[in-house]
């Protein structure tokens, strides 16, 4: 979703906020992004972090990704 509102493929971010946006333990970001490095989908550095292939990321976030991006949508489109 952060790529989703920036203007390109590298996001500039870290850890810690990464852990408090998702409410997990920092140490849980750092497990899920090694996962998704070995899947090719995103490069973590430190303060950044890549999105190397959107179409995998999308993929492996299933159900999950769509339903509140249309949500986001339509209260960002809401029109009184």
Do not use: F, W
Not at 8 to 24: C, K, Q, Y
Not at 53 to 75: C, F, M, T, V
């Amino acid at each position: 979703m952060a790529h989703d509102r920036t203007g390109g493929d590298a996001i500039r971010i870290i850890h810690d906020t990464l852990a408090v946006m998702l409410s997990v333990r920092r140490s849980g970001v750092t497990t899920a992004l090694h996962v998704l490095e070995g899947e090719q989908a995103v490069k973590a550095e430190r303060g950044a972090l890549t999105i190397r292939d959107r179409a995998k990321l999308e993929e492996i976030a299933g159900e999950s990704y769509g339903p509140p991006e249309k949500a986001y949508r339509e209260l960002m489109d809401y029109q009184a």
